[in-house]
């Protein structure tokens, strides 16, 4: 198994002590570097291109916002995560803006900052629960909608294809897992955005968080 690389960005040492540990803990994660400010999270990012770069959004010289944007510019195989306390969710859409994959907040638990990790660095996404109404609904520009979009009108395979679509996989990948081709994929694609009034990907997102499907271990 393939060793994901972190980069911890954050200006409390002692918060960024209880990350490292935390992340070290697990058998396929290592803390590679550290930064205690945004534009020293960035050269740490161009100088060790690891997988994902933990984001904290409030940071001196360059907050998580602008290093996340001139990051996700530069190196843009590298993952950021933000990281959040809780009266900061006005910030997380500009934070989603910017190119990060997601945002955890700063009790999070142990088992959740890890999943969160994994998915973003598999190329998902992933938002804290807690916060993840006012980010998807505001960065969209809709209303939060009065009913959720009905399972029961789609098929089971394609249940299937929408589940993985919303983890982050591509359409290759998830023809090769369900065995079938990357067309039938497509089409099952078409279909289930069809039957759900689905517009773009972040509608699919939206929908996963409502089904709790990005909480799955």
């Known amino acids: 198994m393939d060793t994901l690389r972190i980069v911890l960005a954050d200006d409390h040492v002692v918060m960024r002590e209880g990350l490292k540990s935390l992340v070290n803990a697990q058998p396929d ?12 999270a960035l050269e740490r990012a161009k100088e060790l291109q690891p997988d994902v770069v933990v984001m904290d959004i409030s940071m001196p010289e360059l907050n998580g916002i602008q290093a996340t944007e001139r990051l996700r510019a530069s190196c843009p195989n590298v993952k950021v995560l933000g990281l959040t306390a809780h009266e900061e969710k006005g910030y997380l859409r500009q934070l989603l803006k910017a190119g990060a994959s997601g945002c955890v ?7 959740e ?5 994994r998915m973003v660095a598999a190329g998902g996404v992933y938002f804290d629960p807690s916060v993840v109404e006012e980010v998807i609904c505001g ?12 399972r029961s009108d789609l098929t089971e395979r394609e249940e299937e294809v929408l589940r993985f679509v919303a983890w982050g ?3 290759k990948e998830v023809a090769n897992y369900l065995r079938i081709s990357v067309r039938t994929v497509e089409t099952h694609k ?16 939206r929908y996963a968080l409502r089904q709790g499907w990005l909480r799955d271990s």
Do not use: C, H, W
């Open 169 to 171: 996989y591509t359409n």
């Open 113 to 117: 900052l890890v999943m969160a990790l």
């Open 190 to 205: 078409v279909n289930l955005m069809e039957k759900l009034d689905f517009k773009s990907r972040t509608d699919i997102v």
């Open 105 to 111: 907040v700063k009790r999070v638990a142990v088992e």
């Open 139 to 150: 960065y969209t520009g809709k209303r939060k909608p009065r009913g959720v979009p009905q």
């Open 29 to 40: 994660m290592q803390v590679v570097g550290e930064a205690d400010n945004g534009r020293a």
